[in-house]
Structure formats: structure tokens, C-alpha cells
């Protein structure tokens, strides 16, 4: 079946409008009445994980300090007071992105809930997606393209680290490509929420991606660079999904339901 094509015919409003804006957006509709179940669901099991990985890590790392104190001579053991909170600060982050890819797992049935009940909220129309047990037995489905996405990623991620070890190019363009692709992969992780709830396959999403890549790639930096934050990571991930939703459905939903005919 031909991919349907995303014509420049929108509204000014909705040409004008970056990815950076739909994911401020998603700001605003997290709040909104009849979301908020969807959104702090698997925000409050993200925390409750965290929280406890988190203990048992500073538990582990204050063991790692006395050890290294003990080691220390007397006129050294200052660097305790230095080292202690930014060695904290370092596990905050790295356990934040650990956890960021964990959650897209664990939440992903959620995600897909969330997305639907946004585009029901913005377009007022019913999606007539089935019950729980429809859910339940689309499970399957939904992981397998968790785990397309996965393979999307691994070769590509592996292959951009290894520009670090560059001369030169791992210094200075690296970083850069890092985060271009870094960029391209949120706005696929979380447009893909509302192309999979109407069954467009993987490989078309990323291709309707690529005809907006301006818009994809600023929503997608929007989202690495708020992700980067510890704490505020935490509520990326609904943000995220609200605000790709709104995306979907001002630039893709009319050609997917309709294939050939362009979005007004």
C-alpha cells in the first residue's frame, strides 16, 4: 500500500508551529481533566522504582565512601566533602536515563492509553479502541514495537559512541551527532504512541517523520534536553506523549485515516 503523502496544505497556524511548541503544549495537557489517571498511573510506579533503586544505590555508595576513606591518608580525607555530592549528583543522572528506558517498557500499555485519550480530548471523537481485555491481549503487540524500536536504535547508538574514539571528530562533530540523533530518536520513541494506536506500521511512521524532519528534530531536541534535567525527567515521558499526540493530530491523522488525501 502507497504511503500517503503530507502535503504543505495546513492551516499558517499549524505550519508555523515548531516541535519545540507541541511539546510545551504537553505541559498544559497533562493537566487537563480525564488525563490525569493516564499520566500519574506510571508516573507514581516510575518514582516508586526509582526511589527504591535509589536507596538501595546510596546504600552501596556510602559503603564504596567508608572504604575509600579508610584508604585515604588524614590529610586527605576532605575530598570526602568533595566528591561525595558530585558522585550523588552523577548517580541522579545516570540512574535517570537508566530508568527513562526502563519506563518506556513498563508504561508503554499506559502510553498508548494516554495518546488515546488525548487525541479523544483534542479531536472530541471517540476511538472506539476496545476494552481492558482487548488491551490485554494486544500486549504482545505493543512490546513487539517496543522492541522495534530497540533495533532501530542499538546498531545506530552503537555506531554514533564509537565516533567518541575518533581523534578529533570524537571532540568536536561527536557530541553534535550524538545529540542530532539522540533528538531523532525521542521524536520517534514517543510520535510513535499515536501512529501505533491506528495500526500504521513502524517503517511509515518514520517515514511521515522524515517529510517533517524540521519539526520532528525540535521536538525531539525539546524532549533530550528536558530529559537531561534530574527531577523534571520524571514527567517527560506524559509530557512527551501529550505533546506528540497533538502533533499527530495536526500534521499526520487526516492522511493515515485517509490515505492520499492531505491534512487540512
Known amino acids: 500500500m502507497s504511503r500517503p503523502s503530507l502535503s504543505s496544505a495546513r492551516s499558517t497556524a499549524v505550519q508555523a508551529k515548531s516541535g519545540f511548541n507541541y511539546f510545551m503544549d504537553g505541559f498544559s495537557l497533562i493537566r487537563r481533566p480525564g488525563l490525569r489517571t493516564f499520566v500519574f498511573v506510571p508516573l507514581l510506579i516510575n518514582m516508586l522504582l526509582f526511589a527504591s533503586a535509589f536507596y538501595y544505590a546510596l546504600g552501596k555508595l556510602d559503603e564504596l565512601f567508608a572504604y575509600v576513606s579508610g584508604q585515604l591518608p588524614e590529610y586527605l580525607s576532605w575530598l570526602n566533602f568533595l566528591l561525595w555530592p558530585m558522585a550523588v549528583l552523577a548517580m541522579l543522572v545516570v540512574m535517570a536515563f537508566v530508568f527513562s528506558s526502563v519506563m518506556n517498557w513498563l508504561a508503554a500499555p499506559f502510553n498508548g492509553l494516554l495518546a488515546e485519550k488525548v487525541e479523544q480530548l483534542i479531536t472530541g471523537k471517540p476511538m472506539n479502541t476496545g476494552t481492558t481485555m482487548d488491551l490485554m491481549k494486544d500486549l504482545p503487540r505493543i512490546l513487539g514495537r517496543e522492541w522495534l524500536k530497540l533495533k532501530y536504535y542499538l546498531p545506530?547508538?552503537?555506531?554514533?559512541?564509537?565516533?567518541?574514539?575518533?581523534?578529533?571528530?570524537?571532540?568536536?562533530?561527536?557530541?553534535?551527532?550524538?545529540?542530532?540523533?539522540?533528538?531523532?530518536?525521542m521524536a520517534i520513541q514517543y510520535?510513535?504512541?499515536?501512529?501505533?494506536?491506528?495500526?500504521?506500521?513502524?517503517?511509515?511512521?518514520?517515514f511521515a517523520l522524515r517529510q517533517t524532519k524540521g519539526t520532528s528534530m525540535s521536538f525531539g531536541a525539546a524532549v533530550t534536553v528536558f530529559s537531561m534535567i534530574p527531577i523534571v525527567n520524571f514527567i517527560v515521558m506524559p509530557v512527551a506523549i501529550c505533546g506528540a499526540t497533538a502533533m499527530w493530530v495536526d500534521k499526520y491523522r487526516e492522511a493515515y485515516r485517509h490515505p492520499g488525501i492531505a491534512p487540512e
Open 191 to 206: 510520535c510513535d504512541y499515536p501512529f501505533d494506536n491506528h495500526k500504521v506500521p513502524f517503517d511509515d511512521m518514520r
Open 156 to 185: 545506530r547508538a552503537i555506531l554514533f559512541l564509537l565516533l567518541f574514539w575518533v581523534p578529533l571528530l570524537g571532540q568536536t562533530a561527536a557530541p553534535v551527532l550524538w545529540f542530532l540523533f539522540s533528538s531523532w530518536m
